[in-house]
């Protein structure tokens, strides 16, 4: 932890000052900002910002051990959970992300069951989950379709993908939404004395100033799993001023990709007039840092998944389901059917390809069925079906059918003996989070004799990986994806062992449980650590690690302003304002530090009787 020393006073810096003003400041202000370098371990000063490395070049995956910041208590709250059975399906991204975090971390996780309630706070059922305890919810009933059907996935979830042809009900639900947050928030107060709050995805863009506002002052953090689009996009949302400024209220943004995470800061300029430096923005709430945390898998489980035992039913369906494909090429698509996923897209591919190359590799299209009280999304299930209906007719034989199609979900283990017998893995959203399947379908290939990965340019996996590793393609034409497939089915053993091997390295080295760790340890310094022996140093002047790069820009423009000679009295006026402005920046967040200093523990007696006359008569 760095050490910001002294106390602070913010008049001690007459932001109207002369230059002689800020000349006497600058003494006060080095006093005030006197930082131990020395007190940083080395490790700490070269420490890298969160995200991937990749390092590692050999094609076996990397087994690391990995913090998860083992003395935090932590509070994970999403809309969907994980069912903790190996054996049952799990839907979409965030469940596979989170259940390890929860599992080895022991954090307790907070999410939506499959009942209703009637809005009445009861007490938290805790129900065990390895390390870790999750907490499923009954939302109320009079809120549910407004906050879930029309205000997350019938106007949000359609922009967040650019899709704006999709929304619908633009107006409604927002009051549900809010009001679901707010029922959230409530829940999440018992658990208030845990020490970070992690919150999941668009359903939940609010509640850290929900939280905030029932007085919880942990560090809160937020993670979002879809995209984040463009300024002219996201101003199709009504309200989205008004949700983008409540996610200011979180101390940390999480975003999958650099296209995410400058699309939101685009975002912010256009509406707010907000920039960044070095990744925090500063309000009058304080300081929120926004970084990419690319989410991964976990490759040693997805081993694990090869070679695990089926349910006996499960394993009657998948053989039935290979048989199909005996002796011949067969791709794989695997999505909650969902008009982001593309899948008719993919359809029309095979439409064309089979037309070309008649008979040359069938798809198998496993689609679980989402939604399906959207609209949207029954029309599309419709779209999907017909078209497969009509590539079946066009292009199979008695004895050849082009695309098998299920609409049952599977468990990982059955998914992954799916991909590792499947030659092309496709994966073609229009746009996408980051796409997980892209990476299992990666993990369970044989290293010897590896598939090849069919890449859509707009899921966030294709920020991962480039095009000596997958074809790359754009999901929008059916034309670029069916050439991806007849090359993918073509390709010599030696160029799809390079691509696999290459993909692995990344996979292995930068897997979710670093994900996690990464995210967690950037939350951790928003965490208030001053050590209770040092108790009578409290005062503006203390700090955590991430106001550091405001400090240290004021730091700067002293040491600018100090180096001018007084001669120069325009360049020394000028030096003087930037001063001022640095000064206006830290001592925000500075003074909301303090706000929140007062929730540490009291000092013991024997650490001295003197500290309370020195914070001013507090007992703590
Ligand atoms: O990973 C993206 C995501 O939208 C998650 O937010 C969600 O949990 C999942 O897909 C499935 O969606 P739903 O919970 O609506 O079935």
């Not at 069912?83 to 939506?112: C, I, R, Y």
């Amino acid at each position: 932890m760095f050490r910001i020393h002294g106390t602070f006073d913010a008049s001690m810096f007459d932001p109207s000052g002369t230059s002689q003003a800020a000349q006497q400041d600058e003494t006060i202000g080095q006093a005030a900002f006197d930082l131990h370098q020395d007190e940083i371990p080395l490790e700490q000063q070269q420490e890298a910002s969160a995200g991937p490395s990749y390092g590692v070049a050999s094609g076996d995956v990397e087994h690391r051990s990995v913090s998860y910041q083992p003395d935090m208590n932590l509070v994970v709250i999403s809309n969907r959970g994980a069912p903790f059975d190996p054996n049952k399906p799990q839907t979409g991204g965030l469940a596979a992300a989170l259940q390890p975090v929860v599992e080895h971390s022991g954090a307790v996780w907070m999410f939506s069951s499959e009942n209703r309630g009637d809005g009445t706070e009861r007490p938290l059922p805790l129900v065990r989950a390895g390390e870790g305890h999750v907490v499923e919810l009954d939302l109320p009933a009079a809120h549910h379709r407004g906050y879930y059907r029309d205000y997350s996935n019938s106007t949000l979830w359609p922009i967040l993908h650019s899709l704006s042809d999709r929304m619908s009900r633009a107006e409604e639900g927002y009051d549900s939404y809010r009001q679901m947050n707010k029922f959230i928030a409530r829940a999440a107060f018992d658990l208030r004395d845990r020490d970070a709050f992690w919150v999941h995805d668009y359903h939940l863009l609010p509640l850290g100033s929900d939280l905030h506002n029932l007085g919880i002052e942990r560090p809160t953090g937020f993670f979002l799993h879809t995209p984040w689009p463009t300024p002219d996009m996201i101003e199709r949302v009504p309200n989205h001023r008004e949700l983008m400024k409540s996610m200011l209220e979180y101390d940390l943004l999480g975003f999958q990709t650099n296209r995410d995470l400058n699309n939101f800061l685009a975002c912010l300029r256009t509406y707010f007039e907000l920039e960044s430096k070095d990744g925090v923005v500063t309000t009058e709430r304080g300081q929120t840092r926004l970084q990419k945390f690319p989410i991964g898998i976990d490759p040693k489980q997805f081993a694990e998944h090869l070679a695990a035992e089926l349910s006996p039913a499960e394993q009657e369906k998948i053989s039935s389901l290979l048989q199909n494909f005996e002796g011949a090429k067969f791709a794989i698509g695997v999505d909650r059917l969902d008009y982001t996923k593309g899948i008719d897209k993919r359809v029309e591919a095979f439409d064309q390809l089979l037309a070309a190359e008649p008979g040359s590799i069938s798809l198998l299209q496993i689609a679980p069925s989402s939604r399906a009280d959207v609209d949207e999304y029954q029309k599309y299930k419709e779209d999907v079906e017909n078209a497969i209906n009509h590539v079946n007719a066009e292009h199979g034989t008695e004895e050849w059918r082009p695309i098998h199609y299920t609409n049952d979900p599977f468990s990982q283990a059955a998914l992954a003996r799916l991909y590792r017998a499947a030659h092309v893995g496709v994966v073609t959203p229009l746009r996408d989070g980051m796409n997980l399947v892209a990476k299992e379908y990666v993990a369970a290939q044989d290293p010897k004799d590896p598939g090849v990965l069919v890449l859509s340019k707009f899921a966030g996996a294709a920020e991962d990986f480039n095009r000596d590793e997958a074809l790359l393609v754009d999901p929008n034409h059916p034309e670029e994806i069916a050439d991806a497939i007849s090359k993918a089915a073509k390709m010599p053993l030696e160029e799809r062992v390079r691509r696999f091997r290459s993909m692995m390295d990344k996979i292995g080295s930068y897997t979710i449980h670093d994900w996690s760790a990464d995210y967690l340890r950037e939350l951790d310094k928003s965490r208030i650590t001053v050590p209770a022996d040092q108790f009578h140093h409290l005062g503006l002047g203390w700090t955590n690690e991430a106001q550091m790069p405001l400090y240290q820009n004021y730091a700067a423009a002293l040491t600018a302003y100090n180096e001018i000679d007084p001669a120069d009295a325009a360049l020394k006026e000028a030096a003087c304002a930037d001063v001022k402005s640095a000064f206006v920046a830290l001592a925000a967040p500075l003074k909301h530090t303090q706000d929140r200093l007062w929730d540490l523990p009291a000092p013991t007696a024997s650490r001295g009787d003197h500290r309370g006359q020195e914070l001013g008569g507090r007992e703590d």
